[in-house]
């Protein structure tokens, strides 16, 4: 766990931070404290963490962005909702994940989309439900 020079084998809960609302995690780890901040730590070769640097390893949890309401974790990258229900991504985008109508890898939070209740990842697979209940996605499409 971030701070710990123990064994990285848990067999027991180990507190890591106070004050969280929500929590993402598929190798890097985001999450939402009461005060809408957005903290992160893990994995960060591909920018999922979204601080412009090209880390590998975050150890300990960092403060990544303020005014945040939702937070998923995918696959090499990451996705939240603002506030102000803007959608941003940062991370792997290979497969046009983060939904930039490209497929260029991003370091940083970039705004992708207005207008945004709800999001979810599956693997390499963003979906969006906007504010008016319409249902978007972008990335892989393997299933249909």
Not at 121 to 128: P, R, W
């Amino acid at each position: 766990m971030p701070g710990s020079q123990t064994p990285s084998i848990y067999t027991r809960p180990v507190k890591i931070t106070d004050s969280v609302a929500a929590i993402s995690a598929r190798g890097h780890t985001i999450f939402i404290k009461l005060d809408s901040t957005l903290w992160g730590f893990g994995i960060n070769g591909q920018g999922q963490l979204g601080e412009n640097v090209k880390d590998q390893y975050q150890q300990q949890p960092i403060k990544l962005m303020d005014g945040v309401i939702a937070a998923a974790a995918g696959e090499g990258y990451s996705v939240i909702i603002k506030k102000d229900h803007s959608l941003w991504a940062s991370g792997q985008n290979s497969n046009g994940s983060l939904g930039t109508n490209n497929t260029e890898t991003l370091f940083r939070f970039i705004k992708v989309l207005d207008g945004v209740r709800n999001v979810s990842v599956s693997y390499q697979t963003t979906l969006i439900v906007k504010d008016d209940g319409s249902l978007w996605g972008t990335g892989r499409d393997d299933f249909g």
